[in-house]
Structures are given as structure tokens and as C-alpha cells.
């Protein structure tokens, strides 16, 4: 199979159409080091772009760069000012410059540490993207300053605020576990009055390869995908690590009434609500999660909280 030499960013580039994405790119995660010529990165019929969707914009960017898939790529993206508007409002478009002015060169450090952290409180709140590696505390060490700005941006609502935070902090912890030297896993946050959204993704090992070897079932890659969010399902067992962060996750989703999308190695999982669906899609060398959570039924996320405690009483419910 020759490799697409255009990849196209779809026309609103948010979750829904995620799998499209990743059926476009699939073919750059066989071209390490192949330096093809003619690759274009066409993102001329993108008018808008959700969190999600500007986060696999710049890791498509970062990982075509560090692996040397193509020689003297092009790109129209500096012409879509819909798009860079979107980029520069949520604190993605210094991390893609930085990619794009090197693109020639041999990064020694992705993104710069002046830009882990932007805050833009109007309307809504960002949480611009942080690197999460193994060898970085970049969201411990910023851990109690976001839960100071997402506490006064919610009038210190304990039921909002903890449930963000508990959320945030699993899904960092998750991903920081699992971070691998040059496949930085990246977390970007937003939210408003009404609701409150999570993307990370990396380009790591995968969740499917890290849990498969404890699985003793002989299942599809979707349905261990899907075992990921069980309670007590972990890639190390017999350590401290309890198996609890997705789970818990999925339980917030549950309550809120939400959504959760995980994506792996060529399986996909949506939740919504208690409902799941499942299936192959465009491979991903990594794992990518999105989360968004309403906050307007906060009788329900309060009930949750409280079923969650009964279930799996030693879970600490982060900075409540």
C-alpha cells in the first residue's frame, strides 16, 4: 500500500469525527525514518476545532517531525486564520509553531515549559496543554494552582470542583504511568459554567499492548479496550496501583450523564451515559482519551460521589 501523500484535517475537527482522522493518518505510523517526499498537511476545509481535535493536529505534527516520516512536508494551515484563531485561544499554536520553525532539525525538547500553563478566564477556562512524561512533574507541581483557579471559577462548588479535579488527576497520573522518551503524552482542559472536557493523548506503548498480557480472556482489541475502564483491571498487578483511574472516570461520566472516548492501536470505545459502543477504527500507535462532563445536574454528580465511596471506599477523591 503506497501512503496517502495528503492528510486532510475534517471540516469541524472535534471528537465526533476523530475516527475519520484517524483513518486518514493511520499510514504515518509505518513510515519512521522514511522521509517521504510530497507530504502535505492539507487543512484547507477545517473551519473549527474542538480540544481533541487540536490536540491530534499537533501531535500528528510532532510525531511525523520526530520520526522523520516525510522530507520537506507542506502545510495551508498558516492561511487558516479560522483554525489558527482556534489554536491561539486555547494555547496550541506556539506548541505547532515550535514543531513547524524546526521542522528540519533534531528537537532535543518538545514543548517549551513557558507554555504548559495559560490561562484564559472569560467566557470559559483553559487549562492550556501540559507535557505529562515520566521525567516531568509538570501537572503535580501545578496541581494545587489549577485547583485554586478552578475553585474560584466555580464559586468553590465542592461538588464541581472535585469531580474536575479528580478527573484531571486520574487522567494525568494515567497517562504520566504509561509516558515513554519522545512520546510525550500532552493534556488540554476546558470549560464553562455548563461543562467541563479533558483530552490527552501520547504516541506510546498503548493501552491495548499494556493490558493484554493480563487478560486472561481471549477477547477483540475493542473489547480490551473496553476492559480498561473496569474496576481493578491494571497493566501491573501485585504493585500499588489499584486499577481504579478509568474506572473512576467512568463512573463520573455515568452520573453526569457525560461521554468518554477512548482510542488505541485500531479499537475504539465510546461511553455515553452508562451506554457503550465499540469497534475498530484507524490504527493510533498510542492511546488517546477524551472525557467531557456536564456540571449542570449537580444532584446527580453529588449521588455519584457518593455511590463511588461505597463502591471503592479507599478511592481519595482529589483536593474535594
Given at each position: 500500500?503506497?501512503?496517502k501523500?495528503?492528510?486532510?484535517?475534517?471540516?469541524?475537527?472535534s471528537?465526533c469525527?476523530?475516527?475519520?482522522f484517524?483513518?486518514?493518518?493511520e499510514?504515518i505510523?509505518?513510515?519512521?525514518?522514511a522521509?517521504?517526499?510530497?507530504a502535505e498537511l492539507?487543512?484547507?476545509?477545517?473551519?473549527?476545532a474542538?480540544?481533541?481535535?487540536?490536540?491530534?493536529l499537533?501531535k500528528?505534527?510532532?510525531?511525523?517531525?520526530?520520526k522523520n516520516?516525510f522530507?520537506?512536508?507542506k502545510?495551508?494551515?498558516h492561511?487558516?486564520s479560522?483554525?489558527?484563531?482556534g489554536?491561539?485561544?486555547t494555547g496550541?499554536l506556539p506548541?505547532?509553531?515550535?514543531?513547524?520553525?524546526k521542522?528540519?532539525?533534531?528537537?532535543?525538547?518538545?514543548?517549551?515549559?513557558?507554555?504548559?500553563?495559560?490561562?484564559?478566564?472569560a467566557?470559559a477556562?483553559?487549562?492550556?496543554?501540559?507535557?505529562l512524561?515520566?521525567?516531568?512533574d509538570?501537572?503535580?507541581?501545578?496541581?494545587?494552582?489549577?485547583?485554586?483557579?478552578?475553585?474560584?471559577y466555580?464559586?468553590?462548588?465542592?461538588?464541581?470542583?472535585?469531580?474536575?479535579?479528580s478527573?484531571l488527576?486520574?487522567?494525568?497520573?494515567?497517562?504520566?504511568?504509561?509516558?515513554e522518551e519522545?512520546t510525550n503524552?500532552?493534556?488540554?482542559a476546558?470549560g464553562?459554567?455548563?461543562?467541563?472536557?479533558?483530552?490527552?493523548a501520547?504516541?506510546?506503548?498503548?493501552?491495548i499492548?499494556?493490558?493484554?498480557?493480563?487478560?486472561?480472556?481471549?477477547l477483540?482489541?475493542?473489547?480490551?479496550?473496553?476492559?480498561?475502564?473496569?474496576?481493578?483491571?491494571t497493566?501491573?498487578?501485585?504493585?500499588?496501583h489499584?486499577?481504579?483511574g478509568?474506572?473512576?472516570i467512568?463512573q463520573y461520566?455515568t452520573f453526569?450523564?457525560?461521554?468518554?472516548?477512548?482510542?488505541?492501536?485500531g479499537?475504539?470505545c465510546?461511553?455515553?451515559k452508562?451506554?457503550?459502543?465499540m469497534?475498530q477504527?484507524?490504527?493510533w500507535k498510542?492511546?488517546i482519551?477524551?472525557v467531557q462532563?456536564p456540571?449542570?445536574?449537580k444532584?446527580s454528580?453529588?449521588?455519584g460521589?457518593r455511590e463511588?465511596?461505597?463502591q471503592?471506599?479507599?478511592?481519595?477523591?482529589?483536593?474535594?
Amino acid at each position: 500500500m503506497i501512503p496517502k501523500k495528503i492528510y486532510r484535517t475534517p471540516k469541524n475537527f472535534s471528537v465526533c469525527s476523530a475516527r475519520q482522522f484517524l483513518d486518514e493518518v493511520e499510514p504515518i505510523f509505518s513510515l519512521a525514518d522514511a522521509k517521504v517526499q510530497g507530504a502535505e498537511l492539507d487543512t484547507s476545509l477545517t473551519e473549527k476545532a474542538d480540544i481533541l481535535g487540536q490536540l491530534l493536529l499537533y501531535k500528528f505534527i510532532e510525531y511525523t517531525i520526530h520520526k522523520n516520516c516525510f522530507q520537506n512536508p507542506k502545510t495551508n494551515l498558516h492561511r487558516n486564520s479560522l483554525l489558527k484563531n482556534g489554536l491561539e485561544e486555547t494555547g496550541f499554536l506556539p506548541f505547532v509553531n515550535e514543531f513547524m520553525n524546526k521542522k528540519n532539525s533534531q528537537l532535543k525538547s518538545d514543548i517549551p515549559k513557558d507554555y504548559n500553563l495559560d490561562w484564559k478566564e472569560a467566557d470559559a477556562i483553559y487549562i492550556a496543554p501540559i507535557v505529562l512524561s515520566k521525567d516531568s512533574d509538570a501537572y503535580a507541581e501545578k496541581e494545587e494552582e489549577i485547583y485554586k483557579r478552578i475553585r474560584d471559577y466555580y464559586d468553590a462548588d465542592s461538588t464541581v470542583v472535585g469531580t474536575i479535579m479528580s478527573c484531571l488527576s486520574e487522567i494525568g497520573s494515567n497517562f504520566m504511568r504509561h509516558a515513554e522518551e519522545l512520546t510525550n503524552s500532552v493534556m488540554v482542559a476546558r470549560g464553562n459554567k455548563e461543562f467541563f472536557e479533558i483530552a490527552c493523548a501520547d504516541t506510546g506503548i498503548g493501552a491495548i499492548t499494556s493490558i493484554r498480557p493480563v487478560i486472561k480472556e481471549k477477547l477483540q482489541i475493542h473489547e480490551i479496550l473496553r476492559k480498561t475502564l473496569e474496576q481493578g483491571v491494571t497493566s501491573k498487578p501485585g504493585t500499588n496501583h489499584s486499577g481504579s483511574g478509568l474506572w473512576l472516570i467512568s463512573q463520573y461520566v455515568t452520573f453526569s450523564k457525560g461521554d468518554l472516548y477512548l482510542f488505541s492501536e485500531g479499537a475504539y470505545c465510546h461511553q455515553k451515559k452508562n451506554n457503550f459502543k465499540m469497534g475498530q477504527c484507524g490504527k493510533w500507535k498510542g492511546t488517546i482519551i477524551y472525557v467531557q462532563i456536564p456540571l449542570y445536574d449537580k444532584t446527580s454528580i453529588a449521588a455519584g460521589k457518593r455511590e463511588i465511596r461505597k463502591q471503592y471506599n479507599h478511592i481519595k477523591i482529589t483536593l474535594v
